[in-house]
């Protein structure tokens, strides 16, 4: 059933507006299902579409709630870390000269913290080693905040490239990932740049990132055929275990993405790496996963010639060897986000910035567990 629409700027919902109700985020916390939309590009469509709106949905009352707000042009993503639930600042729509992040109180308000020097840009978050890890991109780098005191104060690191999407974290090591080239872009480049570039750096105590030029688009996305002259990136990487489980995909539209498949890596040692391809069905496209009772479930669109058909897979066993379809349906656009609450499963539909903009676009869909077991 279609719970909800909504999450665009103000009375603007219609036209290019549309794209601003993408939910690129659904995240299950304290009972209740937080949502995240809007737009940071800075061109069309829905362009800066922020302020947006800290919106929940609590299957109790049966309501969508407002939270509060945050100053930035898009909520991309939630964490949860010790207890407490984290939003990174997307796109400060205040000075660049700091950079956001929120976190939610014990009290139900969320706290605003407006202290990492130079963040035009928070993508990502980590916490290893006692230390919270921030994902930047600033003025003509890519750079990693670095905080002792739980983001009071940030010590801030320059990694070289352009942007750091994300972070990888697998057998006590954390690595940040930049925009990696298909293979090749880095063949047409000039050798001096071929040699200088790196698109993965490895934290090293007390506070350094060290160039990992031998980590590269196919040590990342093994046996993928790249498509030419892309620029791509991991995402939604977590850490089950010892393991990074994390979607690759191309750079789509700034800041936003195009995913082509889903990734488990035990290692990214130096000369004993191991990354493998999960085995998903054909013609399917990665949205996201999630693990509920120790089982990993993926949102997959298959394509149709008028709409998406949306797919959810679940994998039983530990080596992600085999899957089970748990459901399936056909919808004017694809599902971009997906979340389990209470048995029940909820998803987010999105589009492309290309083509139409389907009106079912930030439409929130519900599927009862009993239809799903």
């Known amino acids: 059933m279609a719970l909800y629409r909504g999450l665009a700027r103000r009375k603007r919902c219609g036209g290019e507006w549309v794209y601003a109700r993408n939910v690129w985020d659904m995240h299950v916390f304290g009972g209740r299902l937080y949502l995240g939309a809007r737009n940071s590009n800075n061109s069309a469509p829905a362009t800066n579409a922020g302020r947006v709106p800290i919106v929940c949905y609590d299957p109790v009352k049966d309501e969508f709630l407002?939270?509060?707000?945050?100053?930035?042009?898009?909520?991309?993503?939630?964490?949860?870390?010790?207890?407490?639930?984290?939003?990174?600042?997307?796109?400060?729509?205040?000075?660049?000269?700091?950079?956001?992040?929120?976190?939610?109180?014990?009290?139900?308000?969320?706290?605003?913290?407006?202290?990492?020097?130079?963040?035009?840009?928070?993508?990502?978050?980590?916490?290893?080693?006692?230390?919270?890890?921030?994902?930047?991109?600033?003025?003509?780098?890519?750079?990693?905040?670095?905080?002792?005191?739980?983001g009071r104060t940030w010590n801030v690191l320059q990694t070289g490239g352009r942007r750091v999407y994300e972070f990888l974290v697998m057998t006590g090591c954390l690595y940040a990932a930049e925009m990696i080239p298909t293979p090749k872009k880095v063949e047409s480049w000039p050798d001096r740049l071929r040699i200088e570039f790196f698109c993965v750096s490895e934290f090293q105590t007390p506070d350094q990132f060290v160039p990992r030029r031998d980590i590269t688009a196919e040590t990342l996305f093994p046996g993928t055929h790249f498509e030419s002259n892309r620029?791509?990136?991991?995402?939604?990487?977590?850490?089950?275990?010892?393991?990074?489980?994390?979607?690759?995909?191309?750079?789509?539209?700034?800041?936003?993405?195009?995913?082509?498949?889903?990734?488990?890596?035990?290692?990214?040692?130096?000369?004993?790496?191991?990354?493998?391809?999960?085995?998903?069905?054909?013609?399917?496209?990665?949205w996201g996963w999630l693990v509920r009772d120790n089982r990993l479930y993926v949102l997959l669109e298959a394509e149709q010639p008028d709409g998406a058909q949306v797919r959810v897979v679940r994998f039983h066993d530990k080596w992600l060897s085999s899957y089970e379809e748990v459901l399936y349906f056909e919808v004017p656009t694809f599902a971009r986000s997906f979340e389990i609450l209470d048995g029940d499963f909820y998803f987010g539909l999105g589009c492309s910035s290309r083509g139409e903009l389907p009106p079912a676009t930030g439409d929130i869909l519900r599927v009862r567990a009993e239809f799903t077991e």
């Open 66 to 150: 407002r939270e509060g707000t945050v100053d930035d042009e898009q909520i991309d993503r939630y964490y949860t870390h010790d207890g407490q639930l984290y939003i990174p600042g997307h796109d400060p729509i205040e000075s660049w000269r700091l950079g956001n992040f929120y976190r939610r109180r014990d009290n139900g308000r969320w706290q605003k913290h407006r202290t990492i020097p130079g963040a035009i840009h928070l993508y990502a978050m980590a916490w290893h080693e006692g230390r919270l890890f921030g994902g930047l991109g600033i003025r003509n780098s890519a750079a990693v905040s670095v905080s002792l005191d739980q």
């Open 231 to 286: 620029w791509m990136k991991a995402i939604h990487a977590q850490a089950p275990g010892s393991k990074t489980l994390y979607i690759g995909a191309y750079c789509h539209t700034d800041h936003q993405s195009l995913p082509f498949g889903l990734f488990l890596a035990s290692s990214l040692g130096k000369g004993n790496p191991s990354v493998r391809p999960i085995t998903l069905p054909d013609r399917c496209r990665p």
